[in-house]
């Protein structure tokens, strides 16, 4: 589904990636793991589309999106990609419902569907009571089902999370890795997931290692 050739990318004099080649079949869920350093947030931002390789492209069922212009580029990113981050970016402003609307907001979604499809996804992560909550009135686990909630809201081809459970104490970041499979096998969700976390990475269908900016392992 998703085909990444000779990626690199320096920063200054500072080579992050060096002509990495990667493959994401669809309903898979993938890990990249590697000491600080390795290039793994990096390549899961080009893979994502948040930013673009100094050489080679990225493919999503054979479209070449690195040729996209910016404004066809983002929205196939908010039709197709979902993320989500160790740090939630969840609008404090904003309840947990309005949070999980956003992307299709967008979109150009009108408000009544929108919201029934965010609080669908909501019940379904087991936070039907909280759909009024701000951020702030969230624990952290909480927090990052919102996340999970909206990155789900347009139904993407593909998630990507960079350490989403780096966060989260042991019980809800087990709860997050459980919920990453059950999404996985009833909807067949893809998920790409940058993490340190080794229990999270060891559930994966497949691991992928990386050091000093190459994939040594896959």
Same mark, same amino acid.
């Given at each position: ?42 390549? #899961? ?15 999503? =069922? ?9 404004? *066809?580029?983002?929205? +196939? ?9 160790? +740090? ?5 402003? +904003? ?35 909280? #759909?009024?909550? *701000?951020? =702030?009135? #969230? ?20 998630? +990507? ?13 087990? !709860? ?35 050091? !000093? ?6």
């Amino acid at each position: 589904m998703i085909v990444g050739r000779k990626l690199s990318k320096s920063y200054g004099s500072l080579e992050v990636l060096k002509s990495v080649d990667i493959t994401i079949k669809k309903g898979e869920i993938v890990s990249i793991t590697g000491p600080s350093g390795a290039g793994k947030s990096t390549l #899961l931002q080009l893979l994502g589309t948040l930013d673009a390789p100094k050489n080679g492209f990225v493919k999503y =069922n054979d479209e070449e999106v690195s040729s996209l212009s910016p404004k *066809k580029l983002a929205q +196939f990113r908010n039709e197709n990609i979902g993320f989500i981050f160790q +740090f939630h970016h969840l609008l404090p402003e +904003f309840t947990a419902i309005e949070n999980v609307s956003m992307p299709a907001f967008i979109k150009g979604v009108n408000k009544k569907d929108a919201s029934m499809r965010a609080q669908e996804l909501l019940e379904m992560l087991g936070l039907g009571d909280r #759909l009024d909550h *701000k951020p =702030n009135e #969230l624990s952290g686990g909480e927090q990052q089902r919102v996340a999970v909630a909206r990155a789900l809201m347009n139904k993407p081809a593909v998630i +990507f999370a960079d350490e989403p459970s780096g966060n989260l104490d042991t019980e809800n970041a087990r !709860d997050l890795h459980n919920l990453f499979l059950k999404l996985r096998d009833d909807f067949g969700q893809t998920f790409v997931i940058v993490t340190h976390n080794n229990d999270l990475a060891n559930l994966a269908d497949r691991v992928i290692k990386m050091r !000093d900016g190459e994939v040594i392992s896959q």
